[in-house]
């Protein structure tokens, strides 16, 4: 759902459309998030595509270990505690039924996300 904001907002800014800005990375500027170069500053893919492999993987691996915020007694699909601030998750028959919207809300934006490929 958020892939939405992220695709109106720079053509609503005027910056580019969506599917061009990607290929900024492989021009002599390189991408300029927010578009101030003393931030973040983006010119080789492959230390972008290195660094977000590192962080997804040590996340993961953390979240996998038991150790996290995950604890010993839930299912290792759900990250509980300090991620379900609300405790919607402690009622099972609700968490069950927020399970399935979860589940059908994402192949709704991924259906979405279709549309705007078709689009671009």
């Keep these: 759902m958020l892939g ?13 459309v ?13 991408i300029d998030y927010l578009g101030n170069p003393g931030w973040i500053n983006a010119h080789s893919i492959l230390a972008v595509l290195g660094f977000q492999a590192l962080l997804m ?4 691996a953390y979240r996998a270990s038991s150790k996290g915020p995950l604890g010993e007694d839930l299912d290792i699909s759900y990250p509980g505690k300090a991620f379900d601030p609300l405790g919607l998750a402690d ?11 979860e589940i059908k809300d ?6 979405s996300t279709l549309g705007y490929y078709v689009q671009g």
Excluded: H, N, Y
Excluded at 4 to 16: F, K, N, R, S
Excluded at 91 to 101: G, N, R, Y
């Design 4 to 16: 939405t904001l992220g695709c109106l907002v720079p053509e609503i800014l005027g910056d580019q």
């Design 91 to 101: 009622d099972p028959t609700a968490f069950a039924e927020l399970k399935v919207k």
């Design 106 to 111: 994402g192949r709704l934006a991924m259906f």
């Design 57 to 60: 993987g040590l996340s993961e």
């Design 18 to 30: 969506w599917f061009k800005a990607g290929a900024k990375i492989f021009t002599e500027e390189g």
